[in-house]
C-alpha cells in the first residue's frame, strides 16, 4: 500500500506551540520505517485549517481520488483538518474506498465503524479547540477595549511595550509628529509642502520609507493622538497618551474636508483659477479633449480659454481656443431651452407626489389581494397532503394536483415580487426630469455656471466644440421640452429676471393648434420611455395641450396657469401598461377632444 506525508504548521496564534514542519517531518519518517510503511510523497504548507481552501492538501486528495496512494500518513487528524468540510471529505473518501488506511504516531484509529466513530470526534475536537480559541481572542479583545488599550499595532509615533503589553510614545518620533500636526492645523502649509518639509528633515516610516500623501492622510485623519481610537468604525476612549488636543485635531478636520480638491497635486497647488466647464467637451476636429488655460493680462485682468489638446498623430487640428464667456453664453442659451420656472416645477412636483401616493395605495391593495389568493392557496396545499395522507387519494393523484397548485402558488409569489420591485416606475424620471429642468431655470437666473455644468451631464452627452460652437446630443426627455420651447417661440429669460431676481412673467405665451398637440403625442409616444408616454396622454387630455411646458402667465392676471381640473385630467390614462408605439390621427384628435 502506497501513503503519503502530510505535514502543516499553521502561522497564526492557537498553533504556535504545534511541532515545526521539520519535527514532524522527521518523526513520521521514522515513523515509517519503523511500521514498514511505503511512502511515495510528500506535502507540507503552512496554512491554518480552520477553513476550507488549502491548495496542497486539496491537491494531495486529488492524488489518492487519481488512485495513485491509497493511505495518509500524519502527525495527528487536527493536522488534516480543523473545519467540517475537510473533515467530511476525508471521512467520504474512507467511505468509497479511497483511502484505505490512516496512520498517526499520536492517534489510533482503523476503517471499522469504531474507528471512523473516533476519528469524528477527533476532527470534532480539532474544530471545538479552533471556535474555543477564536472566542478567547475576541473576548481578550473587548476586554482590552474596555480598559481604553488599542488592540493592534499602534501608529507611528507610538510603539507598543513588549513588557507592559501597552502602547508608550515613541521617544523618536512623537514629538516630531505633534509638531507637524500642530503646524498643518495653523492652515499656512498644505499636504504637499509639509511632504516636502518632512522629506527635508528626513523623516521616514518604521520601514525606512518616504512618507507618501496616502500616508500622510491617514496621519491627518487619525484620532489615535488625540487619545482615542477607532475599532470597526466606533470611537472608544483610549488610556494611552494624547499627542495634541481635540480642538487642533477639528481644525485639522475642517481644513481637510473645507479642500474639496485634494491640495496633495501640484497641479492643482498651482491653479489659482475657477474653470466653470473643465473636462466638459472635446474637440469636433480630432476628437481629443479640451482643455482650460488662464491668461493675466498686465492690468490684472484674467481671461480664461479651453482649447484642443491637440494630441493627434493622425491630423493636425487647427481648432481655435474659444473664450469662456463666449461658452458661456451658448451654455445659458442651452439652459434656457430646457428650463422650467420654480412655478411650475411646484406644481408639477406637487401633482406627482399625488401620483405616487395613488401609485402605492393602489400597489398595496394588490399585494394585499395577492397575499389573500397565495394564502388560501397554501391551505390547499396542506388539504392536498392530508388527503394523501389519509390514503383517500393515490401517489399520482397527489403529484398531480400539488404540481398545479405549486405552479400557481409560484406564479402568484413572482407577481407579489415584481409589483413590490416595479412600483410606480415612471415616476421617478418623471419627477428627476422636473427637477433638472429647474435647477436649469436656477442656474440662469443666478448665473450659477456650476450648477449648470451639473446640468449640462444630466440632459446630454457627446458635447463637442467646432468653430468655437457648441454641439450636443440631447438626451430624452430634454428634447422633447426643446422642441416645445421652439414651436412656441419661447426667447431667453430677460436680463432683468437674472442674478437672483424673481421670475414674475414668462415671455410669449400662446396655445397649441391641434396639430401641435398631435405632434406632441406622437413624440412622447415613439420616445421609448413610459412616463413620457403617461405625460403625453395627459397633455393631449388637456384643452391647453402641453401649454404649461411652454408658456405660463402670472398667478392672478387671468386665474391659475392651469386649473386642477386640468392637471389630474384623464388620470386613468396613466394606469395602462400597453402603450402602443404610434398613434393615429383618429386616436389622437380622441384624446385631444375635451
Known sequence: MKYFIYCRKSSEEEERQALSIESQLQELREFAHKENLRVIREYT???????PGREIFDQMLEAIENGEA???????????????????????????????????????????????????????????????????VKRGIRAKVRRGEFPGRAPIGYYNHPKTRTIEPDPKTFDQIKYYLEKFSQGNINQADLIREMSAKKFTTRYGQVLNFAGLENILRNPFYTGLFKLKGELHQGSHKAMISKETYDKIQNLLDGNPKKQNYKRYSENVYDFYFQGLARCGTCGYAFTQEAHKKKSGLVFKYYRCTKKSKTCKCKEKPINEKDLSNQVIDLMNQVSIPDYWSEKFLKQIQEWREEEFQQSQTKIRNLNQELKILKNKIEKVLDLHIEGEITAEEYKEKKNKLVNTRKDLEAKIQEISNKGATWIEPLEDFVITSNQANKSVLTDDLHLANKVLKKIGSNYKISEKKLSYIILEPFNFLIEHHSMTGCGSIPD???????????????????????????????????????????????????????????????GKWWSEAELNCRHEDFQSSALPTELSDQQINKRITP
Not at 504548507?45 to 477553513?51: D, G, P, R, W, Y
Not at 491509497?70 to 475537510?86: C, F, M, T, V
Not at 429676471?497 to 412622447?524: F, I, W
Request: contains cysteine; hydrophobic residues 30%.
Open 45 to 51: 504548507e503552512a496554512k491554518s485549517a480552520k477553513t
Open 496 to 558: 432683468e429676471m437674472r442674478h437672483g431676481n424673481k421670475l414674475e412673467t414668462q415671455p410669449e405665451s400662446s396655445v397649441y393648434s391641434g396639430e401641435d398637440v398631435r405632434r406632441t403625442a406622437r413624440h412622447c409616444y415613439t420616445a421609448g420611455s413610459e412616463w413620457h408616454a403617461k405625460h403625453a396622454a395627459s397633455c393631449a387630455s388637456s384643452p391647453k395641450g402641453c401649454e404649461p411646458l411652454a408658456s405660463a402667465k402670472s398667478e392672478g392676471a387671468e
Open 70 to 136: 491509497e493511505g495518509i500518513l500524519s502527525w495527528h487528524p487536527d493536522r488534516l483538518s480543523r473545519n467540517a468540510s475537510d473533515s467530511g471529505q476525508i471521512i467520504h473518501l474512507i467511505d468509497i474506498g479511497k483511502i484505505q488506511a490512516l496512520k498517526f504516531p499520536t492517534f489510533w484509529t482503523d476503517l471499522s465503524p469504531q474507528g471512523k466513530f473516533n476519528l469524528s470526534i477527533a476532527f470534532s475536537q480539532a474544530k471545538y479547540y479552533s471556535d474555543n480559541l477564536r472566542e478567547n
